[in-house]
């Protein structure tokens, strides 16, 4: 029992060392709201839209250690679970890009493996394209591992909002992925050349890097909390995470320049609709249907 109650004092420790960096990053990130500094793109010699990404990464493996830790979970599934899973998201990430914008590579299919007329190299991912091959990948590995890989479900279900979070800094640094003009006195300064066709003229944007940021990290502190002490049955965060990220989406999108697709919502909002809908009725219908694929007798709480 006092292990246990160590792992839980760990985990707390974490999530507020994190909350820490994160708010300690908005603090930095509002020093060139006003415009009076350029907003840098690059780190030495690194650009920090990478530099983020790796940070994200590293910070929610960690919290998926100490989780896997504090429940007991063996933790060389996560790794070996990534390496299916990290490759199978790249892909995802992609082909979800190039599907959303697939008129432009109708016309240009060499630059959807990144062939293009100034060169070599690469630029859109999609989330939602990672989600897809992220459970693709998780189907994958249940074949192999069983009721296990749902362990693994369930911590990066718990976890991965916490990289999302810190991604989203990316987009700041690159200018892009803002949201529409505003006054807000946290209205954030975006550089003439990385403004909207047809808004030229308007320095001010709302910043939904922050918006999805800190909604994201909230919902990550929310579902470990629910992996620690509420969960049920396996599989549970992965549909918990499938609820309330596309529910945080759905929200900032009122904030980002995107063109409505239906009824004056975004497409990624319609998208996020389908897939709030389609995880309640399968979380529904889970405790009475699918005990033999997600339930055991395992302890589920520590």
Known sequence: MDFIIEFMKKVRFYYGFVWGIYITLCLVAFQFFSGEKPIPNTLWKFHLYGVFIVVASVLAYTAAVLLAQAKGIDETLIDRFALLAIPMGLVGARLGFVLQNAQYYLDRPLEVIGINPDGIGMAGLSIHGVIVAGIMALVVFYGWEGLKALDVGDLGGAVLMIGQAFGRFGNF???????????????????????????IDVAYYHPTFMYEGLLALAAASFLAYRFLYKRRFRGQMVLEYLIAYNAVRFVVEFYRMEP???????????????????????????PRFGR???????RQTP
């Open 173 to 199: 640094f690159n200018q892009e992925l803002y949201g529409y003009p505003t006054n807000v006195p946290w209205k954030m300064y975006v550089d003439v050349s990385h403004r909207a066709a047809g808004y």
């Open 260 to 286: 409505p697709s239906f009824l004056g919502l975004h497409a990624a909002q319609l998208v996020s609709i389908g897939a709030i809908a389609l995880s309640i009725v399968v979380y529904a219908l889970i």
């Open 292 to 298: 033999r694929l997600f339930f055991d007798e395992v």
